[in-house]
């Protein structure tokens, strides 16, 4: 059974910085790809950066040059580093994990909450 655990959310400060980590249990970690997600308050649910079991990484428009996600394959752990945050970064953020980026299984954990300040 698959279980993702975030973690690392709070609240900072426009232009701040935090760094989410998302740990997997019940997986082969290292042949998953793994995604991050956020959902606003009032918004739907959205992708926000994807890694593959390779390396390869994918990000929305709205973070690129801001987020950066990667991969600790022995700590079963996937990071986001989210950097300059801004207000409209304010969300509940999710991990997934599947063979695939798109093509996730398990359900969605609880999430962290993260909530920027002007």
């Known amino acids: 059974q698959v279980q993702l655990v975030e973690s690392g959310g709070g609240l900072v400060q426009a232009g701040g910085s935090l760094r989410l980590s998302c740990t997997a249990s019940?997986?082969?970690?290292?042949?998953?790809?793994m995604g991050w997600y956020r959902q606003a308050p009032g918004k739907q649910r959205e992708l926000v950066a994807t890694?593959?079991?390779?390396?390869?990484?994918n990000y929305a428009d709205s973070v690129k040059g801001r987020f950066t996600i990667s991969r600790d394959n022995a700590k079963k752990t996937v990071y986001l580093q989210m950097n300059s945050l801004k207000p409209e970064d304010t969300a509940v953020y999710y991990c997934?994990?599947?063979?695939?980026?798109?093509?996730?299984?398990?359900?969605w954990g609880q999430g962290t909450q993260v909530t920027v300040s002007s």
């Open positions: 890694i593959t079991s390779t390396g390869s990484t």
């Open positions: 997934r994990s599947g063979l695939r980026p798109g093509q996730w299984s398990g359900s």
């Open positions: 019940g997986i082969i970690f290292s042949i998953n790809a």
